[in-house]
Nanobody, 126 residues
Framework: QVHLVESGGGLVQAGGSMRLSCAAS????????MGWFRQAPGKEREFVAA????????NYSDSVKGRFTISRDNAKNTVYLQMNSLKPDDTAVYYC???????????????????WGQGTQVTVSS
C-alpha cells in the first residue's frame, strides 16, 4: 500500500473552480492506476475519475464528464483533480485512491483500489 494525502478542498461558489491534489509517499505511484471518489452526506461513496499509470488514459463518471479533469505528475508522485463549473451537487468529501502496483485498466469499483487517503471536504454554495 501507499500513503495518500489529499489537499485543496474548501468552499467555493457554484460555477467556480477548484483543484484537488493527492500526494503519495512511501512508495511511487507511477506504476499504479489512480482514482478519485467522493461521498456526499447520507450517500454512498461514488466513483468520480480514474487515470492510468502513464496518464495516457482516463475515464469519468457521467455526472462530472466535461467538467472535471484528472491528471498526474509521476515525477512529483502526485495526482490532481481539476474541477470546473462546480455545482452544489458536487459537495462531498473527495478521496484519492491507488490501485495495486502494475494492475492495468481503469476501474470505477472501490474494490479495485487498495490504498485510500483521508479525504478532503469540498463544499459548493449556491
Amino acid at each position: 500500500q501507499v500513503h495518500l494525502v489529499e489537499s485543496g478542498g474548501g468552499l467555493v461558489q457554484a460555477g467556480g473552480s477548484m483543484r484537488l491534489s493527492c500526494a503519495a509517499s512511501g512508495r511511487t505511484v507511477s506504476n499504479r492506476g489512480m482514482g478519485w471518489f467522493r461521498q456526499a452526506p447520507g450517500k454512498e461513496r461514488e466513483f468520480v475519475a480514474a487515470i492510468s499509470q502513464s496518464g495516457g488514459s482516463d475515464n469519468y463518471s457521467d455526472s462530472v464528464k466535461g467538467r472535471f479533469t484528472i491528471s498526474r505528475d509521476n515525477a512529483k508522485n502526485t495526482v490532481y483533480l481539476q474541477m470546473n463549473s462546480l455545482k452544489p451537487d458536487d459537495t462531498a468529501v473527495y478521496y484519492c485512491a491507488a490501485r495495486p502496483a502494475y494492475y492495468i485498466g481503469l476501474r470505477y469499483s472501490e474494490g479495485a483500489y487498495d490504498s485510500w487517503g483521508q479525504g478532503t471536504q469540498v463544499t459548493v454554495s449556491s
